[in-house]
């Protein structure tokens, strides 16, 4: 890509000037544009927010664990980064999902968790999971064999997701006994919008942020290389 | 996969843990004392809730005691490079990985049958009580759900300095989702509810999960072991 | 890489993190020939015997064993290869008997070998005690016997020497004398077989030394 006077932009950047005009056209539309929700009232806005956080949290998810399956097949180191940024990056998206949850819990009934909420229940889970990610990847010396106990893990993880949410929607008899009724996917055109708008500024956030953090961690990769190598006697 | 390598792999960990006595007992232990904390932490003369107390009380000290048999073998293997002597065989990783599961299967069964007569007697002598032909079944079914992943999970955490701590990190989160469904399943069986086309479902999904993560352990435990 | 070597190591390298443990290492056997392995701590002989046993992969460069490269034909060289490495290698807590009926169900060996082994280690009574009741000597013995129950074509042994017992020295020896074998001792002590006029390869910083 080149700007007009001919210098050339990466990635990286072109990313993260696309969220941020995703973005703020986004927070425009939830703030300014969709009418208020019938039953709930302007308060229900965070779930343009929150909905596609939570989506972006899964599509990292499954890119995470997409190269995990790669470097274990391939060996190419460089997966190893590709697949842990995405699992790290998640958890960051992850957070924000369970932060959105449970203010619009917090608006919608007064608490802070909605136990009758499927969604939120089996994303929990799967927040646990990139936690004990985290703690198997701090656990082990890095070097190969860290990379491939991250990939095994990750892989562990996609079944994961389809198991916790037939799990929780099977046990919703014990988790929250009385159900909340919550309006389904009808929404209007301008909703829809909004929604999708959202969506897109998330996702593209979460692939600039990607791109960054990718760049961070192969710059210290290569310092700690160089250190390494600088104390080594010469020979 | 051999056969015959598969059952001396199995047989080797039988054989090892009855003259060793080492996990087995500890994990017959730990289970009646997490009976009697949750007994007295929940409840003094009833337990607070009744039998569907219970029933969570049964499944996550079930949970918690397959976590401790996770690491029993592996961690030993390891340190004695007895793995060089496996791995430079010609047995494939995957029934390395299935014997392990096996054995793994049958302490959490051997730990039972002496865990769930003291748990009625605790918990369930006053009451309804839950369909037990269902509760063995659910028991069984989970235990080899537990067992496929502990035998994948135990790898992983082995070589790390903490992996008495992380092991159980590791496979928590995959048993969350086991004990929703078989809490559900079992309280489905309390009366007046009776066993029926949702206990099927129930069920099933116990099916799935021991196929899901039978099928990835399986896949995956070679990429734990080989360096 | 040539079938007609026993063993062909070319530019072999295996890396732990950064370090590079083997740093391109040449070697090559022919069928039946003994060679013995010498160098300094550090050097590498454990990290090469265990990349030839297959218990480690290599990092670059191409191995073959028994006509089998390495990594990708892993799995059918390993039924022709022994290792006895520094551990024994056996199971503590089983018989002496039982360590070897274990090998010989992973190694597709027939049951009767077992005894026929523990018979020329000169452990036959000594079948039924506890593998962790016996003296290092005969832990070693027995580590003999577990190498070499399914006959292998290849035969990798690191420090057979170290607290081998008489007995076990008289074992190693006929051991060493059987015709047809291709064998790589890594030893401290190469002078011991200095009368049998084998190779000698001295291995450091992870490679042959010229």
Request: charged fraction near 20%; charge should be neutral.
């Amino acid at each position: 890509m080149e700007t007009a006077n001919g210098a050339r932009i990466d990635r990286a950047t072109a990313a993260a000037l696309a969220a941020t005009v995703l973005m703020a056209t986004a927070l425009g539309l939830i703030f300014f544009y969709v009418p208020n929700d019938a039953s709930e009232g302007y308060s229900q806005r965070i779930f343009y927010l929150h909905v596609p956080i939570a989506m972006t949290t899964y599509v990292l998810f499954v890119w995470g664990a997409l190269n995990a399956a790669r470097y274990l097949w391939t060996g190419d180191e460089s997966l190893d980064l590709r697949s842990y940024v995405p699992m790290h990056l998640g958890t960051v998206f992850g957070t924000l999902t369970l932060i959105t949850g449970s203010l619009w819990a917090q608006i919608s009934w007064g608490t802070w968790w909605d136990w009758s909420s499927t969604e939120l229940n089996s994303f929990l889970i799967i927040f646990l999971f990139y936690c004990a990610y985290f703690m198997l990847r701090f656990s082990v010396e890095p070097g190969e064999r860290r990379a491939r106990y991250s990939a095994v893990y990750a892989l562990l993880g996609v079944g994961l997701i389809p198991v916790s949410v037939l799990a929780v929607h099977l046990g919703q008899d014990i988790i929250h006994p009385i159900t909340f009724t919550r309006h389904g996917a009808n929404m209007d055109n301008s909703m829809l919008l909004t929604f999708l708008v959202s969506l897109a500024a998330m996702l593209v956030l979460a692939y600039s942020m990607y791109e960054v953090e990718l760049r961070g961690k192969r710059l210290d990769d290569r310092i700690a290389r160089l250190r390494r190598l600088a104390r080594e006697p010469a020979g | 996969m051999n056969g015959r390598a598969f059952r001396a792999l199995v047989r080797k960990d039988l054989v090892l843990e009855v003259r060793g006595r080492e996990v087995v007992p500890a994990m017959a232990v730990f289970v009646l004392a997490a009976f009697v904390l949750f007994r007295f932490g929940l409840g003094g003369e009833t337990l607070a809730g009744g039998t569907r107390a219970a029933v969570g009380v049964l499944w996550i000290a079930t949970v918690f005691t397959a976590m401790l048999g996770l690491l029993r073998g592996f961690a030993a293997e390891r340190e004695d490079r007895l793995w060089d002597g496996l791995l430079a065989s010609p047995v494939d990783r995957a029934s390395i990985w299935a014997a392990r599961t096996v054995s793994l299967l049958v302490f959490q069964i051997a730990v039972q049958v002496l865990a769930l007569p003291v748990f009625w007697v605790l918990f369930l002598q006053q009451g309804r009580t839950p369909s037990y032909g269902v509760l063995v079944l659910a028991l069984l079914l989970a235990d080899l759900g537990m067992a496929a992943l502990g035998a994948l999970v135990a790898g992983l955490a082995s070589t790390a300095r903490a992996r008495e701590v992380l092991a159980p990190v590791l496979f928590l989160p995959f048993a969350i989702p086991l004990v929703i469904v078989a809490v559900s399943l079992t309280t489905g069986t309390i009366p007046p509810q009776t066993a029926g086309s949702h206990t099927v479902t129930r069920l099933g999904f116990l099916g799935l999960y021991d196929t899901v993560f039978a099928l990835l352990g399986w896949a995956l435990f070679e990429y734990v072991v080989e360096e | 890489m040539s079938s007609s070597e026993a063993v062909a190591c070319r530019r072999l390298v295996r890396r732990f993190g950064e370090r590079a443990a083997l740093d391109g290492v040449d070697l090559a056997l022919a069928p039946g020939e003994t060679v013995l392995l010498t160098g300094p701590n550090g050097a590498g002989k454990t990290t090469l015997l265990r990349v030839l046993a297959t218990v480690l992969r290599p990092s670059a460069g191409d191995v073959s064993v028994a006509g089998h490269d390495l990594p990708r034909e892993a799995r059918r060289a390993r039924a022709a290869v022994g290792y006895a490495g520094h551990d024994p290698l056996v199971y503590p807590g089983l018989r002496a008997r039982e360590n070897l009926e274990l090998y010989a169900a992973l190694y597709g060996v027939d049951p009767g070998a077992v005894g026929t082994a523990l018979a020329r280690v000169g452990l036959a009574d000594r079948a039924g005690d506890l593998a962790g009741d016996l003296s290092r000597g005969m832990l070693q013995r027995l580590a003999l016997a577990r190498a070499t129950l399914h006959a292998p074509g290849v035969l990798l042994l690191d420090e057979p020497t170290a607290a081998l017992d008489a007995e076990g020295r008289q074992v190693l020896d006929a051991l060493l004398a059987e015709r047809g074998r291709t064998t790589l001792i890594a030893t401290h002590e190469p002078e011991r077989f200095a009368d049998r006029g084998w190779r000698r390869v001295e291995l450091r910083a992870g490679r042959v030394a010229a």
